[in-house]
C-alpha cells in the first residue's frame, strides 16, 4: 500500500491500522509522499524545504515503535508539513513575501512543531503562504503562485495555500496552518478539503493573537479531532491558551441539537448560484442528522467586514514599515497601496475601526443565539484566477465575509467539503460552533460530512495527478 492515490484515501484511523497490522509502515508511507512531492511541486509550488533525509531517518524510528508495539501517539510516523509562518529549528521563514530576502533559519521551533514532534508526527517541509499572509490566494513572493491540483488556472486560497494544494495533492495527512480571517478555511474550501479554526487559544501559538488561530488541514473532517488533540491545550508561550474540553459525545446525541443556517449576513459580495446550490444541499442534509434546522437572521446593520479590513491594512504597515529598507521595493505594490494609508492613522482613526470591530462582534455573537451551531457558506464564491490576490482588486480578503467575523468573536469554525460546481470545482460549507464546543463541533462536521458523501455518491476522488488547465 504505497500508491499515493490509495494513501489519500486512506481516513487517519485506516492508515493507523495499517500501522498497526503491518500492511504499510512509516517508511512506505513516507516516501511514497516525499516522491509524491517530487512529481508536483514544479506544477504545483506547494512546498519548500523539503527534508528527505531527515524525514526517512524519522520514518524508520517510527516503524520500528509501531513494530514494537510502542508508538509515541496515534499520529507517531504520520507525514505532515507546516505552514511558511510556523517556526521551526533550521526550516526558513519567509512569510510568503520577497520583502524578507532569503528568509529567516529558524533556530527554536514554535509550539505547533514542538507538539507534532513530541508526537512522533514527521514534518516533511514546510507550505508556501501569500506575501504577509494578507491576501485569500497563493500569489507568493518568495516562492511562486501555488496552483490549485483540482485545476491548476484556479485559486487554491490563501493564506496556508501551500497546505491546501499539498494535502488535496496526497502530500502528508494533515497540515497546521494559521487562520487570521479564514487562512485554514478558504484553502480548504478550494481545495476540498476540512480544516478547523479553533476556539481561539485552543491550539497554542506564538505570538499570542485575540484573532489568529492554528489549526489542522486534513482531507477528511472525521480526522481533525485526533490531530487537534495533539496540538492543543495550555502551553506558556501562549497567554490565551486553554484546553480542549468535553467528551466524545453519546450516540443520538445530534438529534437533540438545533442547527442554524445562514447564507446572508447583510454585506460583503453576493453568494454565487453555485455556492447557494452546495448550501441548500447541506442543510437538507443537516435536516437528516439534527432535531431541528432554522433559518437565522443576521443582524449586523453595516458592513462588519470594513473595520477588520482596516485592522488588516495596519497589520499589513507593520510589517512592511519594520523590514529592512532595501527588500522593501520587492513588496507587492497591489499590497502595499491597499495598506499604505495605515502609515497616517492617528490613534482616534485606529479606536474608530477597533471600535467598528466590537460591534461586529456584537452581530456574530448574536448569530448563536437560541442555536447550538450553525451553517453557512465559507465563501459567497466559487474561485477566481492562480494569479489573482483575491476577486476583488485592491481589497485581497474582501471575500471573507463568512469566516473573518468568527476570528474576531473567537468562535471554533469548520469549512468542509459541500460539494462541486459544474467546473468540478470544490465549493465548501462552515460549520461554526460556541467557543469551547470544538469537540462537538468536530462530531458534527464528521456526521455531516458522512451524510453529504453517501449523497454525492461516496464523495471525491483526489487530483493526485494535478488537472492542468488554462
Partial sequence: MNQIADLAD?????????????QTGPVAVTRAMLDQAEAVNDTLHALYDLRPDAAMAEAGSAEARWKAGTPLSPVDGMPVTIKDSVPATGMRWHHGSALHGNGILGTADGIP???????????????????????????????????????????????????????????????????????????????????????????????????????????????????????????ADDRYSVPLLGTDPA???????????????????????????????????????????????????????????????????????????????????????????ARDWTPARIREFETGIERGVAGTVALLDGVDFLLTPVMPLVNWPAEDRGPVFGMPLRHTTFTAPFNQSGHPAISLLGGFDDNGLPVGVQLVGHRLDDRRLMALATLLETELDAMNAGGRSWPTTPVVSH
Fill in 10 to 22: 486512506l481516513s487517519l484511523s485506516a492508515l493507523q491500522q495499517a500501522y498497526r497490522t503491518g
Fill in 113 to 235: 512543531t514542538r507538539k507534532l514532534k513530541a508526537a512522533g508526527a514527521i514534518i516533511i517541509g514546510k507550505g508556501t503562504m501569500p506575501d504577509f499572509g494578507l491576501s485569500g490566494s497563493g500569489v507568493s513572493g518568495s516562492h511562486g503562485t501555488v496552483r490549485n491540483p483540482w485545476g491548476t488556472a484556479w485559486n487554491t486560497g490563501g493564506s496556508s495555500a501551500g497546505a491546501g494544494a499539498s494535502i488535496a495533492a496526497g502530500i502528508g495527512m494533515m497540515s497546521v496552518g494559521s487562520d487570521i480571517a479564514g487562512s485554514v478555511r478558504l484553502p480548504a474550501c478550494h481545495c476540498g478539503l476540512a480544516a478547523l479554526k479553533p476556539t481561539q487559544g485552543l491550539i497554542p501559538h506564538a505570538p499570542a493573537s485575540t484573532v489568529r488561530s492554528a489549526g489542522p488541514i486534513t482531507r477528511r473532517a472525521e480526522d481533525l479531532l485526533v490531530w487537534t488533540t495533539v496540538l492543543a491545550g495550555p502551553d
Fill in 251 to 341: 450516540p443520538g446525541w445530534e438529534k437533540a441539537l438545533t442547527v442554524g443556517t445562514c447564507a446572508d449576513f447583510g454585506f460583503g459580495p453576493t453568494v454565487e448560484p453555485a455556492v447557494q446550490t452546495v448550501f441548500d444541499t447541506a442543510l437538507q442534509a443537516l435536516e437528516r442528522i439534527v432535531g431541528r434546522v432554522q433559518p437565522v437572521t443576521a443582524a449586523y446593520g453595516f458592513d462588519a467586514y470594513l473595520p477588520i479590513d482596516d485592522s488588516l491594512k495596519l497589520r499589513g504597515w507593520y510589517e512592511y514599515a519594520a523590514a529592512d529598507g532595501e527588500h522593501r521595493a520587492k513588496a507587492p505594490t497591489e499590497l502595499v497601496d491597499w495598506f499604505a494609508e
